[in-house]
T-cell receptor
Framework: GEDVEQSLFLSVREGDSSVINCTYT??????LYWYKQEPGAGLQLLTY?????DMKQDQRLTVLLNKKDKHLSLRIADTQTGDSAIYFC??????????FGTGTRLTIIP | EPEVTQTPSHQVTQMGQEVILRCVPI?????FYWYRQILGQKVEFLVS????????KSEIFDDQFSVERPDGSNFTLKIRSTKLEDSAMYFC??????????FGQGTRLTVV
């Protein structure tokens, strides 16, 4: 079955890079996503990667996909206080349903 | 920037009552979804809706749940007879294609 796992917490100093990790069990995942949730807000789609890619970069965000190990990561360069949020990894199989991870709470240390 | 809006932000209802959660998806989107997140648990898929019908639903989405797109702009989730375990944050989402879903801020449903 589908399962997506993330560590619950990550603390990073302001200005450093944050790396949020995610593992998934189903190798037939077609798309893998990163969502951000700020306090009191909904889930904001940050980026997603098609499973035949191994990297995608968008400004400060870099997504790395290791299909062999079923491992997805999100790197945020030059982490700022506005990056404090919960980050959710999610997968889909080309249909409409998303399967989410538990979310990683990113805390920025000044 | 267009966004998905949900009302109300918080709803309290008595067990056994019917509740309707409302959503206005982004206007040119074609795919519509409901998800929920019980406190401390993962965000779970409930249902997807396309071309005026349900395209997929989860085991959670039983006969107590229904969705409607009554007027081409609203998308509603009805729970017929609420149970305590229906207490959760309910998220509506929409997308112009299957691979992207944009979420609203959620409605917190508290069943007492």
């Amino acid at each position: 079955g589908e399962d997506v796992e993330q560590s619950l917490f990550l603390s990073v100093r302001e200005g450093d890079s944050s790396v949020i990790n995610c593992t998934y069990t189903d190798s037939s995942s077609t798309y893998l996503y990163w969502y951000k949730q700020e306090p009191g807000a909904g889930l904001q789609l940050l980026t997603y990667i098609f499973s035949n890619m191994d990297m995608k970069q968008d400004q400060r965000l870099t997504v790395l996909l290791n299909k062999k190990d079923k491992h997805l990561s999100l790197r945020i360069a030059d982490t700022q206080t506005g990056d404090s949020a919960i980050y959710f990894c999610a997968e889909s199989f080309g249909n409409e349903k998303l399967t989410f991870g538990t979310g990683t709470r990113l805390t920025i240390i000044p | 920037e267009p966004e998905v809006t949900q009302t109300p932000s918080h709803q309290v209802t008595q067990m056994g009552q019917e509740v309707i959660l409302r959503c206005v998806p982004i206007s040119n989107h074609l795919y519509f979804y409901w998800y929920r997140q019980i406190l401390g648990q993962k965000v779970e898929f409930l249902v997807s809706f396309y071309n005026n019908e349900i395209s997929e639903k989860s085991e959670i989405f039983d006969d107590q749940f229904s969705v409607e797109r009554p007027d081409g702009s609203n998308f509603t989730l009805k729970i017929r007879s609420t149970k305590l375990e229906d207490s959760a944050m309910y998220f509506c989402a929409s997308g112009i294609k299957k691979t992207e879903a944009f979420f609203g801020q959620g409605t917190r449903l508290t069943v007492v």
